[in-house]
């Protein structure tokens, strides 16, 4: 089967089978402002030069798992006022199977990468569980006892888009103090450039390739160095984390909570520890108990693993393997 | 069969039939300081005196269902390290059982709203349905896809204890900044504590018994006559109310939201319409969609029609009546 996952800054295709072996993969550039047409062309070449090179034949594809970013309207598949692609409404899978003749899955990348750990990661199983990606920006996937839970209309999960500091730092989405807004990879970005501006980070500016801007990436090795500043923001960043988490974990109650995203991958040892803190430390004791909180194993691929199950789903082929609660780790 | 409402002030027990009709009902107040053995007497001295009145004999009883303050862990039904009771850890299901040899089930008073509202509202068979009580404190109670969800130990719902204002008010489950520390009856009252010792909440206090402590109802009659401190008062109350309705909004996609508990009841005339605005406002496109916002037609009894809805469910006779979407009215 063929599973995309579509963002707004790159397209990554890949060709897995139904055992979840990712036979091969291909990354290219989202094109730039490009309208839906052009990103199927790119998608469709781009599966096309996948199965050549994978000596997989086009007929044995059985299905198309597109992960596109949020949000996104379930079951219809309409890309709804997507900030990332710029797109306002557009019949994203309707398209996709007007142009493939294959049955097709578009879903939300976030709940595609909740499905991609539910039933490939380390968790697989855990019938409660919460997907968070921490990159540019911050998004969640939720699974309910058991299923892939959207909300009325495939809005649920925008966890990035809780306000967690009433009045604090502008989010993109028009409201103040969003999770986003303070500890996304676009957050830390806009911090940095603040403290550039007024003289402050030099020790993150030295890590910082000559005329680029310093982000996660920058903040992550200047810290590693002992850098006082990066990691007085990193503190920060792991709070605001920790509190976004731990009302998810009252709210929700789950059993594991995955981390995911690049950022979140790229600073997994300066961030994971003091997030798991403060949230083992500031929920109720029942919502504690048996608690989870740990990175993916699977990876950027999360989000590929989600597309076959999605497509094993919808094949009515998806029994989900679940493993003996004793067998999974704390932390 | 009988339904209890177990509450940190008061018990409301009702006798009822399987269509949900309330045959009695008698409040008394929770024994302070009490431990589960004095209170079970209480609520079977109650519930035998309102079979006595309602002439239904004992042996008609199927069922018993008690909802009891959260944390209560499930399918245990151990209430757990409550606040309101002041109990650490309490099998209250299995003691019902040994004392009445009745089928009981033991639920969450958020949760067994949410069931009320779910079974016999205005919002009947809405699968997609979160409650929320704004009383002393602010709880809540999720349906997902039609089904009560109680997460991982049943500690779901605590959407009182989501940090909306990192550093904020004190709590008291210890964290700052929570829901229920900025816009629950609590909330208020500890505010207007505060704006008396400084010397304000003149017109409040007008409105106050002699010799009592000004609170919720008491800011809402001085708001009704025009008094500016209660006004903003309430401005800001009902703005974090907002606040935290939009998050969850943007975290679950519900239905719809409904709101109960005595403070909201009480001054709905002075909260629903801001707090509907500020959410309608503050929401992703697609999660606003269809969005209701309104009060529970069930008022006071929420818990207790729930209670009928649990024995139902657990007796194998729950159907949910499903009414058409196009009959329900938005706000």
Same mark, same amino acid.
């Given at each position: ?74 079951? $219809? ?51 409660? @569980? ?17 299923? *892939? ?79 006082? $500043? ?39 040892? *300066?961030? @994971? ?12 004791? @029942? ?37 003996? @609660? ?6």
């Amino acid at each position: 089967m063929v599973g995309v996952d579509l963002g707004g800054t790159k397209i990554l295709a890949g060709i897995v089978d139904t055992n979840g072996t990712i036979l091969g993969k291909k990354r290219v550039p989202t094109p730039v402002g490009a309208d839906p047409d052009q990103v199927l062309d790119v998608i469709i070449d781009c599966a096309t030069e996948l199965l050549r090179v994978c000596r997989v034949k086009e007929e044995e594809i059985r299905g198309i798992a597109v992960a596109t970013p949020g949000p996104l309207s379930f079951p $219809e598949g309409v890309v709804r006022d997507s900030p990332n692609l710029g797109w306002e409404r557009v019949n994203f899978k309707e398209e996709l199977i007007r142009r493939t003749g294959r049955p097709v899955i578009v879903e939300k990348d976030t709940n595609m990468a909740a499905l991609g750990e539910y039933y490939f990661g380390r968790q697989r199983g855990c019938g409660d @569980l919460l997907y968070i990606t921490v990159s540019t920006g911050i998004g969640g996937g939720i699974i309910c006892a058991g299923k *892939l839970y959207r909300g009325h209309l495939g809005g649920a999960g925008e966890v990035g888009h809780m306000v967690v500091e009433a009045g604090g730092a502008a989010c993109n989405c028009g409201r103040r103090g969003c999770l986003e807004a303070l500890a996304s990879g676009s957050a830390i970005t806009r911090r940095l450039d603040e403290m550039v501006k007024q003289g402050q980070g030099q020790g993150i500016l030295n890590c910082t390739t000559a005329g680029e801007q310093p982000g996660p990436r920058e903040l992550g090795i200047a810290a590693r160095q002992g850098d006082e $500043e990066a990691r007085l923001l990193l503190t920060q960043v792991a709070e605001y984390l920790g509190i976004g988490i731990a009302n998810l974990v009252n709210i929700l109650n789950p059993r594991a909570v995955i981390l995911g995203g690049g950022m979140m991958l790229g600073l997994k040892d *300066l961030l @994971l520890a003091p997030v798991q803190n403060y949230v083992y430390e500031h929920v109720f004791n @029942l919502n504690r108990e048996d608690l989870i909180i740990e990175c993916t194993s699977l990876d950027d691929d999360i989000v590929l693993y989600g597309c076959v199950a999605a497509v094993l789903k919808l094949l009515g082929q998806g029994t989900c393997p679940s493993v003996p @609660l004793g067998e999974r780790s704390r932390g």
